[in-house]
């Protein structure tokens, strides 16, 4: 199974102990060995949540995973944000840069080697 990424079509492939995959539509079971140590999940920044009104991607997809995971593959869940988020108001404005200090410990290429599921709000940083 293959990700094609459209914007500099290149051809990536899924780790293959997906267990679910995250579609524009909705979820999809996938049955196959769930494998790995995370279950990543890299939200929206706060200007991209702003901007497509999805401030409560995160909450709305941690409520999923809780409902249709057992407790053991729910704790395994880790939540990866931007090293330097940029924030913005309710009405759009820039506020400035936060730093997340912990994304800046783990390189973005060992949480993603260490992924057995790789849920994102923006594929383009999981390719």
């Given at each position: 199974?293959?990700?094609?990424?459209?914007?500099?079509?290149?051809?990536?492939?899924?780790?293959?102990?997906?267990?679910?995959?995250?579609?524009?539509?909705?979820?999809?079971?996938?049955?196959?060995?769930?494998?790995g140590k995370t279950i990543l999940i890299i939200s929206p920044t706060s200007a991209i949540g702003w901007y497509f009104n999805e401030n409560e991607w995160e909450k709305n997809i941690?409520?999923?995973?809780?409902?249709?995971?057992?407790?053991?593959?729910?704790?395994?869940i880790k939540i990866r944000n931007k090293?330097?988020?940029p924030i913005v108001d309710m009405t759009g404005k820039y506020l400035g840069l936060k730093q997340n200090s912990s994304e800046k410990q783990v390189p973005i290429e060992e949480d993603?080697?260490?992924?057995?599921?790789i849920i994102a709000y923006n594929s383009q940083v999981a390719i």
């Open positions: 199974m293959f990700l094609t990424n459209t914007f500099s079509k290149n051809n990536k492939k899924i780790c293959k102990s997906l267990k679910i995959l995250v579609t524009p539509i909705g979820f999809e079971p996938i049955t196959c060995p769930l494998g941690l409520s999923f995973l809780k409902e249709n995971l057992s407790d053991g593959l729910f704790k395994k090293p330097n988020e993603l080697e260490n992924a057995s599921i």
